[in-house]
């Protein structure tokens, strides 16, 4: 790559995309699952945007990638061992503890992975510091990184930040992400909107039914 050519909305191509979904758990996306947030009611700002924007934004997306042949990875917060010992000093003080035993540490199907996609188990916010992804990337040829999913200023800034610098032309899926309050996402959207390239699903789903059409 030419740096000098290239900008953050580049077009992406083919062998090279890969759509990650960030921390698409039950425990965070079921009303009733979270401990840390038992006063939300299924009403909730939270809740209500998930269920109603993030989610099928993510199946759109999820299935534009399956069909062009993109990868498609996800990563959840779990522990590597029952009782949470392996996991971040941060994690340890919040605290945030999801067992591997534990099914509600799980995604929901439909945005959950299908077929031999890769899901990697994380105990940081960032996916870049606690798993193996990199190498990952890496190894699967991957140069335009799409980023969606929860939260925004938390996991999903993390992931956009770490992946931008090392090296990926990311993209941020706005309306596939969330945050607990509207000012919250608008807020990280805006704070690392330098690392990556922010579009919508509309876009980005487009993108990559055009990389089938390639084939």
Known sequence: MN????????????????????????????????????????????????????????????????????????????????????????????????????????????????????????TSSGVFNSTNIDYLLKNLGVTYLVVAGILTDQCVDMTVRDGADRGYLVTCVADACAAPTPERHAGALKAFGGYCWVADTATVADRFASLKAEA
């Open 3 to 122: 740096a000098m050519t290239l900008s953050r909305d580049a077009p992406f191509e083919r062998g090279k995309t890969a759509l990650l979904l960030v921390d698409m758990q039950r425990i965070w996306l079921e009303p009733g699952l979270d401990p840390a947030h038992a006063d939300w009611t299924a009403d909730h700002y939270f809740y209500r945007t998930c269920r109603e924007t993030v989610i099928p934004n993510q199946v759109r997306l999820l299935q534009a990638a399956r069909a062009s042949g993109v990868e498609v990875l996800h990563t959840i917060i779990q522990s590597l061992t029952e009782d949470g010992r392996d996991r971040s000093l941060d994690h340890k003080l919040t605290p945030i503890h999801i067992p591997p035993s534990l099914p509600e540490g799980l995604p929901p199907p439909e945005v959950g992975p299908k077929g031999d996609e890769i899901l990697l188990p994380k």
